[in-house]
């Protein structure tokens, strides 16, 4: 157990419908972090957020939106989304993003979008 | 753009042999991570490599990174089961917040 939560676990919606990924972090870390793991390419950085604000956004399309209410929640959105979406959305956090922090990560959501 | 690769992608060796694992990237880094995954979990770090010449050692693992070759190795001395997993490098710019992953390494050890 890392101290990163996410829910739910497996997730499977279609492309009109609307859901949420939750992640959680219990060990008082500033900073957050959403990557996304497809089957045949690298993590991939979504967003990055330091002390509730957002300072990372790798192009990400706007049918992915992320919140973060406070420093121990983290939220993604999702939103007609398309089938190359299905994969392994993994959520991070680190006591701050400066120099020598390493992430702990949560157990991730598998996504399958029909 | 950062770039990030790892060598070899698939590794399939017996029990206590040796192996090196490779990490390029492309561009002035100021840290390095190395990171397991096994199947179904979670990344979970394993080292932290900061400086030109830095090695650390955990167990049958040991980490080194070279900034001026831009190289770090993951070498694995008398595998054992246990360690069959996939293993990432990551690298961070200066400055930036954006760790740049490598493709993995899919690690199996045979009996």
């Known amino acids: 157990e890392t101290g990163v939560t996410q829910t739910p676990r497996h997730l499977v919606m279609g492309m009109t419908n609307k859901k949420s990924l939750k992640c959680e972090q219990h060990?008082?870390?500033?900073?957050m972090y959403w990557y996304k793991q497809s089957a045949k390419k690298p993590l991939e950085l979504m967003f990055v957020?330091?002390?509730?604000?957002?300072?990372e956004n790798n192009s990400v399309p706007s049918r992915f939106s992320p919140e973060c209410p406070n420093s121990s929640h983290l939220f993604l959105h999702l939103h007609t989304l398309q089938p190359e979406d299905s994969a392994l959305y993994l959520c991070?956090?680190?006591?701050?993003?400066?120099?020598?922090?390493?992430?702990?990560f949560g157990s991730g959501t598998q996504l399958s979008v029909l | 753009e950062l770039k990030v690769e790892q060598n070899p992608l698939f590794l399939s060796m017996q029990e206590g042999k040796n192996y090196t694992i490779y990490c390029n990237y492309s561009?002035?880094?100021?840290?390095l991570y190395w990171y397991r995954q096994d199947p179904g979990k979670s990344l979970e770090s394993l080292f932290v490599?900061?400086?030109?010449?830095a090695v650390k050692q955990e167990g049958r693992l040991m980490a080194s990174l070279d900034t001026k070759a831009r190289l770090s190795t993951l070498h694995i001395t008398a595998a054992v089961h246990d360690l069959s997993a996939t293993y990432f490098c990551?690298?961070?710019?200066?400055?930036?917040?954006?760790?740049?992953f490598g493709a993995g390494t899919r690690l199996t050890v045979k009996p």
């Open positions: 991070a956090s680190s006591s701050g993003t400066a120099t020598n922090e390493k992430l702990f």
């Open positions: 060990l008082g870390h500033n900073a």
């Open positions: 957020y330091s002390l509730e604000e957002r300072v």
């Open positions: 561009t002035t880094s100021d840290r």
């Open positions: 490599l900061l400086s030109n010449g």
């Open positions: 990551a690298v961070v710019r200066y400055n930036n917040n954006d760790m740049r």
